[in-house]
């Protein structure tokens, strides 16, 4: 998964939070159908909160969303 976050930003980049729990999301399932990996799980694996998680991994999907909409995808 090397780079993907590059690539997809378009040369941006997100907060290193950010960025970590967008990884670890995708990497345990997070956003498979049905989801594989509560947000619970993330934060326990993260050490955080889950509110702390829940909000690193919006923002991270939310600078995704603003870049693909703004044509960096």
């Known amino acids: 998964m090397n780079g993907w976050h590059t690539d997809l930003l378009g040369g941006g980049s997100l907060p ?7 990884e670890l999301a995708v990497e345990r399932g997070y956003f498979e159908e049905p989801r594989a990996v509560s947000i619970e799980d993330l934060a326990t694996e993260l050490g955080v909160p889950r509110s702390t998680a829940s909000y690193r991994l919006r923002r991270a999907t939310a600078a995704l969303a603003e870049g693909f909409v703004d044509g960096w995808y």
């Open 16 to 22: 290193d939070e950010q960025r970590e729990a967008l």
